[in-house]
């Protein structure tokens, strides 16, 4: 399985931004999105189970982030929006075969390359 994230860009802060991952083979169970910054661990951000019915958030990112996905093109997406300066990090989308939203790294057995989000002040 290779997930392909993209959509990452350098925007100011309020703007919106959305990225996508494609994995390739079968839907996964559950997909979610990770991010790191510079000097600090890999946080979960949010996660989806394989209806798309169950999502689940991390604290910092609750009401601004949403995360879907269409199935049909094995993609999971994770809307921004009210972007601050502390948003900016590596986002790496995740996916592991079996159901249940964790948000433990340890927990995901694939993993994206990243895609590079900016927000300036």
């Known amino acids: 399985v290779q997930l392909q994230a993209s959509g990452g860009g350098l925007v100011q802060a309020g703007d919106s931004l959305r990225l996508s991952c494609t994995a390739s083979g079968r839907p996964l169970s559950t997909m979610a999105w990770f991010r790191q910054a510079p000097g600090k661990e890999r946080e979960f951000v949010a996660g989806?189970?394989?209806?798309?019915?169950?999502?689940e958030y991390g604290d910092s990112v609750k009401g601004r982030f949403i995360v879907s996905r269409e199935n049909s093109k094995n993609t999971v997406y994770l809307q921004m929006s009210s972007l601050t300066p502390e948003d900016t990090a590596v986002y790496y989308c995740a996916a592991k075969p079996l159901p249940g939203i964790t948000t433990s790294t340890a927990n995901y057995y694939y993993w994206g390359q990243g895609t590079q989000v900016t927000v300036s002040s």
């Open positions: 989806i189970n394989l209806s798309g019915v169950r999502k």
